[in-house]
């Protein structure tokens, strides 16, 4: 007896036999509500036909009426169905999805898809009705047999539909980038009547590309199917009517390169072709089952990098690593080189090998990440864009078509019911079984029906009490809003209200499901951090001194999910270490210390993600170098020399001052590079520059950009960067810093004063006696305050070594004046102080950033070129000045993109890879901040 006669004649027993005990009470009644949750829904738990059998084994089935339903009410009332609104008299009610809430009966066993088992946020408001209203919920998902394979899906037509569907946008997308295809004459599978219509539109494509009529710049294409159940064996069923080659996840690379485009290439890819243990590799698959927290996935870098159309319809586990992750797709998206193939005007080459995805799962954030939102049977697709992290309703622009249809099966409505019908069927009287006014332990059924009842009796079974606890794990991630917000809400703590501190503020507000929080030192308080909180609507002000509570800053950094410093570097490990106590990411704009790299297995040990040098020098310069390097490796030249200049300038008609500058933030840092050592690289020999003012000798006249009086000199350790940025060939590597010619000259003059100092000075002590910079001055030269001013401007010419220029400085900057000074300790802090007062911008004035890099390639035809990158930035005086948006723009986009998980690296992480230079790039220019690029042709040097 095969086990589907079996399963009939236990039916048709257990159907008699109960009603034989019920002839003296009523026969069971099952209902079938119609379906409500979307206008495409058009299929049935069980067909006419199924319904037929029922009744004829003495069950009384009444079928709510709808005319949108496949099988039209005739046909179920033709096999002896009660066609009538009222479900009241059912102990069972099916459907295939959710019920609406206010539709929901009391004391009822009700069978659907709920789609709560992972705590979905956006059904739990529908788990706790079913809770308070004491019903009895069988879902089929969870109905498996032994081995733990579900027994009643719709699968195959998931799969069947979603190929149908994805060669149909396929022939769009590729329309989009320039090329006509067999594919664009296949239709979405609604528009057929059954599958048989839809599978011949496929074959007559699949004759044309038989023929070779597909472009040859497109080149092979390749299917890559997850996963062997059902849904992956309807989706190779419609395939299978085109040319095709199964391949192993091996061949893929040679595939990519030497593939014929007479035929398609089909890869199914198992968990043990891409999953390996993080600790000591290699796959074991009961092990996965029960531990899938422990696994990594390679099948970005492995299959998905050589994949045209991606099928994906495995079931995802919360705790198992996801196939394509935000930053893998950035990766995946990037421009491809591909020289074996033609390319023209006319026959442009694909952006990128992958095109097309289909999540049949349709799980939103599960194993691709970026899906986030499923489509629909009406907007059957969406373009995402990797870097901008955003999906569009087009075919045409940057990024990969996905199709993500959560009731994909209903575009085949008829035969979709059938399917799932014949799956049902069997379990149907056993679920006729319950009673929801008995309890849970009284439902004596098939083990099959009895696992699958997440919730009974007001309470969650012992299978599925986990699902508390996911609600609190969701609830924990998103420290602000509740669980069942689709967009929960999160915070972002900013400490330091300073000069950058605005736009990073305004950018990050624009999301109005963001709080943030804005924290300074109780001095600049009421001036500058409350200024920006009034100008935002989801942005607080807050008094905090890092330096004098360390638990205060404990408590806000555990309260937040990202924390942003602007403070001064030297603080930022303190802050670090509370973020890596608090399991909260962090964003710098500052270069990474040494004493903060020290903390970056801390960091990667707690799963914290620390970002650093995002702002503009550090930052900007990293992403538009990266940029350049990496174009040039992909078409096979090599950087020779890579020299670099950065500075913040005041505009040339505000710059008349002895320095030639002006400070749009704190002058410390700017003061103090005067006094540093720094390291470069010139033609092969390392050039050392010590500390103590040497910098300043090592100026070079500026010859780029004319139209500027630039001088430059070298900044910190250029050496450094020549394995970071993948340019160890370099003969020469210079990073330095701009400024206006004079600049340097006048910095020695106050170098040789002794007035970039850091050490303190007895003189300088906050709670010593007044004192003015005359005073002071005369101090520094070994002279009583009471000597003649001639007699003192004297001594100071020579302590200057008769330099008219250095003279001129002291005297312009007002350092003979008889001005008390606000002591700061040191005389490098005490002259930020002053500087940064009398230096500062006027209303009207405005500011400049001039970023310029310098780089030799040797081509790979053995020419070479030189490229000139250049960014010029104008403050606003009416707006935001030209470094605040260079420092808090930068800054801001990383933080968003941490906490959109788009950059999720754990430990101390720099902008030095494609997946987040390439969209800061791209998001900065939104904010008109972008750079122009030249190339010239240099003589061949050896």
Known sequence: MTSMIRSQFLFRRACSARCVATQATKMPVLGIRRETINPWERRAPLSPHHVGRLVKSGVKVIVQPSNRRAYPAEMYTNFGAKMQESLDECSVIMGVKTAPIDMLLPNKTYCFFSHTIKAQADNMQLLDAM????????????????????????????????????????????????????????????????????????????????????????????????????????????????????????????VAQHGSRKKLYACVVSREDHLYKKVGGGFDAEEYENHPELYASSFSTKIAQYATVLINGIYWDPNAPKLISIPDAKMLLQPSNQPWLPEGVGEPSLPHRLLAICDISADPGGSIEFMNECTTIEKPFCLYDADENKSTENFSGPGVLVCSIDNMPTQLPQEATDFFGDKLFPYVSEMLKSDATQSFDAFDCDKVVKDAVICSNGSLTPNFEYITDLRKKSRSRHKVGPATDSHPSKKVLVLGAGYVSLPLVEYLSRDEHLNITVADQASVMQNEASKISSKFDNVSPLVLDISENAEALDNMVAEHDVVVSLLPYALHPQVATSCIKHKTNMVTSSYVSDELWALDQAARDSGVTMVNEV????????????????????????????????????????????????????????????????????????????????????????DFLPGFNLEGIPNRDSTKYAVPYGIESAHTILRGTLRFKGYCEAMKGLSKLDMINEEPHSYLHPLGPELTWRDYICTLLGKPHDILPDALKDALYERLEYNKQQFQTIMNLGLLENQPIEKKDTPLATLSHYLGKRLSYGSNERDLVILRHEIAVERADKGMEQRSISLVVYGDPNGYSAMAKCVGYPAAIATKMVLEGEIQEKGIVTPLVPEIYRPMLHRLACEGISANETVSMLEYIP
């Open 615 to 702: 702002g503009l020098d550090p930052g900007i310069d990293h992403l538009l170098a990266l940029q350049c390097f990496h174009d040039v490796k992909e078409k096979g030249g090599t950087v020779k020399s890579f020299v670099s200049y950065c500075g913040g300038l005041p505009a040339p008609e505000d710059s008349e001052n002895p320095l030639r500058y002006k400070f749009s933030w704190s002058p410390w840092g700017v003061l103090r590079n005067a006094r540093s050592a720094a390291r470069y690289l010139m033609n092969n020999k390392v050039v050392d520059v010590p500390e103590g003012g040497a910098v300043l000798d090592a100026r070079q006249d500026i």
């Open 131 to 254: 809770l308070a209203r004491n019903i009895r919920l069988i879902d089929y998902e969870k109905m498996v047999n032994d081995q733990g394979q579900r027994v009643v899906a719709f699968g195959k037509y998931a799969g069947v539909a979603g190929m149908i569907d994805i060669l149909h946008g396929l022939g769009l997308r590729l329309l989009a980038l320039g090329h006509h295809t067999p594919f664009l004459h296949i239709g979405l599978a609604h528009n057929y009547r059954c599958t048989a219509n839809a599978e011949q539109a496929i074959r007559d494509a699949g004759y044309e590309i038989s023929l070779g009529l597909m472009p040859e710049s497109i080149g092979p294409l390749t299917f890559v199917f997850t996963g062997t159940g059902n849904v992956s064996q309807g989706a190779q069923e419609v395939f299978q009517e085109l040319p095709y080659e199964y391949i192993e996840p091996h061949h893929l690379p040679t």
